[in-house]
């Protein structure tokens, strides 16, 4: 354990050798980062009003820099990767939107009130002026916002996701959005977690809202080399494979989890496990990573992993778990 904070995280992101989080801390949302290899605490300078950022807010991080959107007005900023960082872009949209970094370029979406500027997804490399990336038009038809709602971003592709289904374009060369992930049932997506390290375009884990699993969601496997396969349930197929091996229930799904390379990290009902996922979705090789229960799983470029738990329940302590 290397740090205590006062609730869990409510963003985590893997670089390539940093743990990034953020908090909801009183008066701020912070956002912080520890070294993977020799885990401390430091703040960011990213610090968003916390009357604005409940409104709404969605964060990004990347190598070379960290930034967010919050609020109803669509207040975009953008910071170097560093403690002693400056912020090196902001501006005011009319409207929420989402943001995604790849490096050093940021992917927002903006839906101007009045239609002008051109709505769309739209690339900016701070101090440079942004531009276009695709219109919503070019994505998917006239009057498609709902594919700006949340962005990643892997390796070479960009991911939209409409809050159902979650689609994909070329960062070089955007065109019509490929389907990556089809719905399987109603309920709304929580999150988009490409495969670790983010140079990757392999596995993609999509997080969905489930009541079993409320505090969590119910993880899909997707791969971007096969965007016509069927998602795979990783919560069905984990908890079906331990029951076969020598973990038994102590390793059936209880929580969602994060991919690095092929390997699928997730809570256990007894601690953390780890399984190698095919590209095909097929899962293998189950080994049992603690016996104590954490949760909020991360994982750097390097393999170095991260997670959580609570402290006195009021408190909630970081854990670097070790390297993969």
């Known amino acids: 354990m290397f740090y205590r904070g006062d609730m869990a995280p409510i963003f985590t992101e893997g670089g390539s050798h940093r743990f990034y989080w953020a908090e909801e801390t009183n008066p701020y949302l912070t956002m912080h980062y520890a070294p993977g290899d020799t885990p401390a605490e430091n703040l960011h300078p990213l610090q968003i009003d916390e009357s604005l950022a409940n409104s709404y807010f969605d964060l990004a991080a990347s190598d070379l820099l960290a930034g967010g959107i919050w609020y109803l007005d669509g207040r975009l900023g953008v910071w170097g990767p560093d403690v002693g960082s400056t912020q090196v872009g902001m501006k005011t949209l ?9 490096g050093g370029t940021v992917y927002y979406s903006y839906n101007p009130m009045g239609g ?8 900016w490399a701070p101090p440079a002026a942004a531009s276009l990336f695709a219109s919503y038009t070019s994505l998917g038809g006239a009057g498609n916002q709902t594919l700006g709602l949340l962005l990643r971003a892997s390796g070479t592709k960009l991911l939209l996701c409409t809050r159902t289904d979650v689609y994909m374009v070329d960062q070089s060369a955007p065109g019509t959005a490929q389907s990556l992930f089809v719905n399987p049932s109603n309920s709304t997506v929580m999150d988009v977690r490409p495969a670790r390290p983010r140079t990757l375009d392999g596995g993609v884990i999509v997080d969905m809202e489930d009541a079993t699993y409320y505090l969590s969601g119910r993880d899909y496997y997707v791969d971007i080399t096969r965007p016509a396969n069927a ?26 989890g994060v991919l690095f390379h092929q390997r699928y990290i997730y809570e256990g009902q007894q601690g953390l496990f780890a399984v190698d996922v095919s590209p095909a979705g097929g899962v293998s090789n189950l080994v049992r990573l603690t016996d104590a229960s954490f949760r909020y799983i991360e994982v750097t470029g390097d393999g170095d992993l991260f997670a959580g738990q609570s402290y006195n329940v009021s408190k909630w302590d970081y854990y670097r778990i070790g390297r993969l």
């Open 94 to 102: 009319s409207n929420p939107g989402a943001i995604a970094i790849a």
């Open 116 to 123: 002008s500027p051109t709505p769309g997804i739209y690339q």
């Open 231 to 256: 998602p795979t349930d990783l919560s069905i197929a984990t908890s079906l494979y331990a029951e076969g091996t020598a973990c038994g229930t102590a390793a059936k799904y209880a929580g969602a």
